[in-house]
């Protein structure tokens, strides 16, 4: 009976850890970014190129103040996301805030957000670089 009760148990653990490593679920991340740019660069200086870069890919600031920049993105009048991105001389970060509206999986949607996330990232990046 021990025996049978032990054999259950380890198969529902191993059942349990082998479905949680088939799941596909997808979690919103929050972008940590160092600066790199040469020579050093002001704090005013990464507002401004934080703003041109979120324009370009029409993200919309709504708030602008030093160290910290609120932006949002509605796309097809379906995908709306908001972000802040606090930042200074040395980094900046990509934190979601809020969405609405949303007609898919919350899944779909995280997937989503984290692209248009790295996507302005990397225009940040790119612009503080100069290449734009």
């Known amino acids: 009976m021990i025996h049978r009760l032990l054999a259950v148990s380890f198969l529902s653990i191993v059942l349990s850890l082998l479905l949680a490593g088939c ?21 005013d200086q990464v507002g401004r190129d934080i703003i041109t870069a979120a324009s370009r890919l029409g993200w919309k600031v709504t708030k ?6 609120e932006a949002n ?5 379906q995908h709306h996301m908001e972000v802040s991105i606090p930042y200074n001389s040395e980094q ?22 984290n692209k248009q996330a790295v996507l302005l990232e990397r225009e940040i990046q790119a612009q503080l670089l100069g290449v734009h």
């Open 64 to 69: 602008n103040e030093p160290g910290m920049i």
């Open 23 to 43: 799941s596909t679920s997808t979690t919103i991340h929050t972008i940590d970014a160092p600066i790199d740019s040469l020579p050093s660069i002001s704090v």
């Open 92 to 113: 900046f970060t990509i934190r979601y805030r809020d969405s609405t509206n949303r007609n898919e999986t919350d899944d779909l949607f995280h997937r989503h957000y």
């Open 73 to 77: 993105l509605t796309e097809k009048d």
